[in-house]
């Protein structure tokens, strides 16, 4: 599956984003879906994780309560709404696939993985 990320941009603090990534393929619905992100000299890091039927998510505690991710199987398209943004969410954010549910937060885990997206988030 190829996975393209789109969304990120420039955003006030406080601000709001959502972010998209659309898969290509049939296959997708059978695929757990993460995002991720990576900050200039920083490791990647996991944001959030949506299981292949949506019933599930699991969240960094770094945005929990203020992220949501959500998926649309019919549309082949994971989403990262993004709400009371601030400077330390500014990052590279990356979509990703997964075949297994074990462990979400880890990047191992994934097998495919889009281009990434820039978030900007001014003081």
């Known amino acids: 599956v190829q996975l393209q990320a789109s969304g990120g941009g420039l955003v006030q603090a406080g601000g709001y984003l959502r972010l998209s990534c659309a898969a290509s393929g049939r296959t997708f619905s059978s695929y757990h879906m993460g995002w991720f992100r990576q900050a200039p000299g920083k490791e990647r890091e996991f944001v959030a994780a949506?299981?292949?039927?949506?019933?599930?998510?699991y969240y960094a505690d770094s945005v929990k309560g203020r992220f949501t991710i959500s998926r649309d199987n019919a549309k082949n398209t994971v989403y990262l709404r993004m709400n009371s943004l601030k400077p330390d969410d500014a990052a590279v954010y990356f979509c990703?696939?997964?075949?297994?549910?074990?462990?979400?937060?880890?990047?191992?885990?994934?097998?495919?993985w889009g281009q990434g997206t820039l978030v900007t988030v001014s003081s």
């Open positions: 949506i299981s292949w039927s949506g019933i599930s998510t």
């Open positions: 990703a696939a997964a075949t297994e549910w074990s462990r979400p937060q880890y990047p191992y885990e994934y097998k495919y």
